[in-house]
C-alpha cells in the first residue's frame, strides 16, 4: 500500500485545534496565525463550515490543510456571489510535499465547490476574512508553481509595502496641509459627532469591506478601545472628500473621492496619518497590500519599499 493511500482527507475536529496552528506554522511560515486569529477569522466567519476546511491526516498526523469557502450569508455590496468559491489558506508540511497531498486536497475542494454550483475558485481575496491577498511568489514559490500546474491563472499582483517612520521630515507636507487649508480643504482627525456623516461617505464612495473596517475601529473608539485621531479626514465644508485610517503600525484603507483625486489631497492625508502614527510612538507603518501603482508611487515617497509580492489567482471549474 502506497503512503498516498494511507492519508485520509477529512474535515476539521474541534480537538484538531493545536495540531492544525503547528501545521500552518510549518506549512506558511510567512503567515502563521495564533489561537485567536483562528476562532475569530476562521470559526466565526459566517461562511466557514467545518467539513470545508480539508485536513490531510496519515498515522494520527497531520501533513495539510486546505480552507475553502463559500458565501454562506450575503455580503454587503455583493450579496452571495453565487458562482465564486475560494480558498484562503493551503499548506502542506515540507516533508510532506511531492507525495500527493497538495494534490489530494486541492482536488477534494474543487468537487466541493463543483457540488456548490460554482463556477470559479480564486487564491485569495476573500472579503471580510483574508489572510493575505494571494500567493507570495518568492516564499511560496513552489505553491505557485503546483496551482498554475493545476490550471490556475495569475490575474493579478498586490504587493505589501513597509515604512521607517522615525527619521522621515514631515515638514514638507506640513506645507502642503496649510496651502489645502487656504483653498478650503481642511486635513484632520475624525470628529466623533461625525461618524453618521463618514460612514454615509464610505458607502458611497469607497468597497464595501472599507465600510466594516471603518466600523469596527469606529467600534472600538467608541468604547474607549481606540483614537478618533485614527481616522484621518479631508473636509472642503460639510463634504467630505477622502480619508485614511490606521490600527497600530497597520495603515489603511486609504482613499479620495474620484473626482478629487490629483490634486494633491491624497499625499497630505497620508502624510497627516503617518505623522499622527509617529506621535502616538509608533516607529514603522505597514500597508497589507495594493494593487494600485498610482498609490505604491505615493507611498515611496514616505519611505515605504515592497516587502512581498502576491500572485491572485483564479481557475474555472
Same mark, same amino acid.
Given at each position: 500500500?502506497?503512503?498516498?493511500?494511507?492519508?485520509?482527507?477529512?474535515?476539521? #475536529?474541534?480537538?484538531?485545534?493545536?495540531?492544525?496552528?503547528?501545521?500552518?506554522?510549518?506549512?506558511?511560515?510567512?503567515?502563521?496565525? =495564533?489561537?485567536?486569529?483562528?476562532?475569530?477569522?476562521?470559526?466565526?466567519?459566517?461562511?466557514?463550515?467545518?467539513?470545508?476546511?480539508?485536513?490531510? &491526516?496519515?498515522?494520527?498526523?497531520?501533513?495539510?490543510?486546505?480552507?475553502?469557502?463559500?458565501?454562506?450569508?450575503?455580503?454587503?455590496?455583493?450579496?452571495?456571489?453565487?458562482?465564486?468559491?475560494?480558498?484562503?489558506?493551503?499548506?502542506?508540511?515540507? %516533508?510532506? *510535499?511531492? &507525495?500527493?497531498?497538495?494534490?489530494?486536497?486541492?482536488?477534494?475542494?474543487?468537487? @466541493?465547490?463543483?457540488?456548490?454550483? *460554482?463556477?470559479?475558485?480564486?487564491?485569495?481575496?476573500?472579503?471580510?476574512?483574508?489572510?493575505?491577498?494571494?500567493?507570495?511568489?518568492?516564499? /511560496?514559490?513552489?505553491?505557485?508553481?503546483?496551482?498554475?500546474?493545476?490550471?490556475? %491563472?495569475?490575474?493579478?499582483?498586490?504587493?505589501?509595502?513597509?515604512?521607517?517612520?522615525?527619521?522621515?521630515?514631515?515638514?514638507?507636507?506640513?506645507?502642503?496641509?496649510?496651502?489645502?487649508?487656504?483653498?478650503? +480643504?481642511?486635513? #484632520?482627525?475624525?470628529?466623533?459627532?461625525?461618524?453618521?456623516?463618514?460612514?454615509?461617505?464610505?458607502?458611497? &464612495?469607497?468597497?464595501? =469591506?472599507?465600510?466594516?473596517?471603518?466600523?469596527?475601529?469606529?467600534? =472600538?473608539?467608541? *468604547?474607549?478601545?481606540?483614537?478618533? =485621531?485614527?481616522?484621518?479626514?479631508?473636509?472642503?465644508?460639510?463634504?467630505?472628500? $477622502?480619508?485614511?485610517?490606521?490600527? $497600530?503600525?497597520?495603515?489603511?484603507?486609504?482613499? +479620495?473621492?474620484?473626482? #478629487? &483625486?490629483?490634486?494633491?489631497? $491624497?499625499?497630505?492625508?497620508?502624510?497627516?496619518?503617518? %505623522?499622527?502614527? *509617529?506621535?502616538?510612538? @509608533?516607529?514603522?507603518?505597514?500597508?497589507?497590500?495594493?494593487?494600485?501603482?498610482?498609490?505604491?508611487?505615493? /507611498?515611496?515617497?514616505?519611505?515605504?519599499?515592497?516587502?512581498?509580492?502576491?500572485?491572485?489567482?483564479?481557475?474555472?471549474?
Amino acid at each position: 500500500m502506497s503512503a498516498l493511500s494511507e492519508v485520509v482527507i477529512r474535515g476539521y #475536529r474541534p480537538a484538531d485545534e493545536a495540531a492544525l496552528l503547528a501545521l500552518w506554522s510549518a506549512a506558511l511560515p510567512l503567515d502563521a496565525v =495564533d489561537a485567536g486569529t483562528l476562532r475569530r477569522k476562521v470559526f466565526c466567519d459566517p461562511s466557514f463550515h467545518a467539513d470545508w476546511l480539508l485536513l490531510a &491526516q496519515r498515522d494520527g498526523e497531520l501533513l495539510g490543510f486546505l480552507l475553502a469557502l463559500i458565501r454562506r450569508e450575503p455580503f454587503p455590496g455583493v450579496g452571495l456571489e453565487p458562482e465564486r468559491g475560494w480558498i484562503t489558506a493551503f499548506g502542506v508540511r515540507p %516533508e510532506a *510535499r511531492r &507525495q500527493g497531498v497538495g494534490g489530494r486536497l486541492l482536488g477534494e475542494a474543487l468537487e @466541493l465547490f463543483r457540488e456548490a454550483g *460554482r463556477t470559479s475558485v480564486s487564491i485569495a481575496p476573500y472579503v471580510p476574512c483574508y489572510f493575505v491577498p494571494g500567493v507570495d511568489v518568492k516564499a /511560496y514559490a513552489e505553491g505557485l508553481a503546483f496551482l498554475e500546474k493545476r490550471g490556475f %491563472e495569475v490575474v493579478s499582483r498586490p504587493l505589501s509595502m513597509d515604512a521607517n517612520l522615525v527619521t522621515f521630515d514631515f515638514g514638507p507636507y506640513r506645507e502642503r496641509r496649510a496651502r489645502l487649508a487656504g483653498q478650503g +480643504v481642511v486635513v #484632520r482627525a475624525l470628529a466623533p459627532a461625525e461618524t453618521p456623516a463618514f460612514l454615509a461617505f464610505l458607502a458611497e &464612495q469607497m468597497p464595501p =469591506d472599507w465600510v466594516r473596517h471603518a466600523r469596527e475601529l469606529l467600534s =472600538d473608539a467608541a *468604547r474607549g478601545l481606540a483614537g478618533y =485621531d485614527q481616522v484621518t479626514v479631508a473636509a472642503e465644508g460639510d463634504a467630505l472628500l $477622502g480619508y485614511c485610517q490606521f490600527g $497600530g503600525e497597520h495603515f489603511g484603507p486609504f482613499g +479620495v473621492r474620484a473626482e #478629487r &483625486q490629483g490634486q494633491g489631497i $491624497g499625499t497630505v492625508l497620508l502624510a497627516t496619518a503617518l %505623522e499622527t502614527m *509617529r506621535a502616538r510612538g @509608533l516607529h514603522h507603518a505597514w500597508v497589507l497590500w495594493t494593487s494600485d501603482e498610482t498609490a505604491a508611487r505615493v /507611498y515611496t515617497r514616505f519611505g515605504f519599499t515592497e516587502t512581498r509580492r502576491f500572485a491572485v489567482l483564479r481557475r474555472g471549474l
